[in-house]
């Protein structure tokens, strides 16, 4: 979960960090790797649905990020910078593979998400399942509302931040996002209903 | 014979029922029905506000579809603000109450609930325990993000330092004796080395000089001050003298050690270097020589 990585990004200044990263400062170079890197692969697995091609990214990300670093704003712009450097390698990685992977084809367990291990295994294998089938509906999006659900409710980002990443204007981006929040919802509730048969 | 009742019969007498002017033979009649029907004794309830109808989907939604048509999409339109609890005072109500009634919306309702707290979570997800290595690994064989920027704070960090002026001159002092220190090169040979002897050696002259010169000049100088200068003049004057000696002192020993460590070995060096050349091109040039004379002889 996203409360473990601000835990430890809160221990150092993100604009140190940058400023040694600039430097050539491996150490600090890591520590941002590994404070971001469940951010990166974590959006990226949203776009292109699988673990392996996600994880084969997110390094490559983190290359472009490494050779950017000099272009790269303040910390308090540093996330939007970061996604979308990842959203469109992402959207190029997905037009490099032509294809939108069907819904059935996404993989629902193989994800090692950042859970909190105080929960008991049920209760955890129940909120797995669960997101599986979030992540499953999420696939059955067109694009546009995908990219609103996943960097919007997912991520957190504002519709100013997004405007600047997917090149739309916010009017429309504000306007499509309950539309595509109430699209998801449906497919989940067809999607359990689905199940329920075998589910109750 | 009293005749039987039907749900339609109660539906025909219902005001008179209400307002108990019904005939009596006709009144045990219709209770006799009423008892044995489920419907018409929830009619009767209701008529007489004895119960609340609670299942009017029918109902409401038969009115509806002769009306305004279903209130559901207008519902839908406002579910999201519903759920972030944005909406004002009537709005929240009205869909709270169509929500009490329309189970499909209820259940999107429900959902979206559920997203609003899942989502954030799905937020980051493990790449597994190699990742940060592999990415280390993969940028560690690129270049430094940027040359300009370390050569920049390099700069800043050395003439940040307190004590950088006290180092210029020291590196100076090093730069001055490394290179016109006066070291006899003249063993190497060649025309290079003696143009470099010479330029050394005329050096060496002046550098050699200059210590006289500076204590001369600060003899005058001293002597044309002396009337006129306090205590504080000639205090002064010991601290530089003695910070001068000190200097020339370590001059000296950082001349004598550059001779053994660094000169020497590379007078030695240049004075192999330049043997080997001379080696070579004599072997070139005899070898030339010897190739002429057969073409020569050939012809
Ligand atoms: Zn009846
Ligand atoms: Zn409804």
Redesign the interface.
Known sequence: ??AD?RATGSQLNLDEVLHR????D?LA??SL??NY???V???A??YVANSED??DL??DI??KV??N??KCPNADSFLPWLFRITRNASIDHLRRKRVRPPASQVAEMD????VDHSCDPEEHWLKEV??GL??KALQMLTLLNREI?ILK????LTLEEMAGILDVPIGTLKSRS?RA??E???K??AL?QGQGGTNS | MKQAMGCSDLVERLELVLGKQLPDSELVALKAHVEGCERCRQLLEVCRGEQVLEHTDGLVGGVLARTSGSACSRVHSMLCDYVDQMLQGDDAALVQGHLNYCSGCAQLASVLEELVVALPQMASLDPGPFFTGSVVAATRSTQPPDKWALLLSYLSQVFQRPRFSLEAAYVGALLIFLVFGGVPVKSVGGVASATLAGFQLNLSELVQDTPAVLSNSWADFYNSCESRVERKMQATQVALGSAFESLQGSAEQLRDMSDEHLLKPTAALIQDVTEKYEEYSRSFSSAEASEDHPVETAE
């Open positions: 979960m996203g990585v990263c600039r430097r050539g491996e170079w890591e790797v590994r890197q469940s951010r692969y974590g959006l697995y949203h996600a994880r997110a390094q983190f290359v490494y050779k670093l000099r994800m090692n998400s950042l669960r997101r979030f992540r659900i409710e997912i991520q957190g309950h929040r109430l998801l919802a449906e989940v509730l359990s």
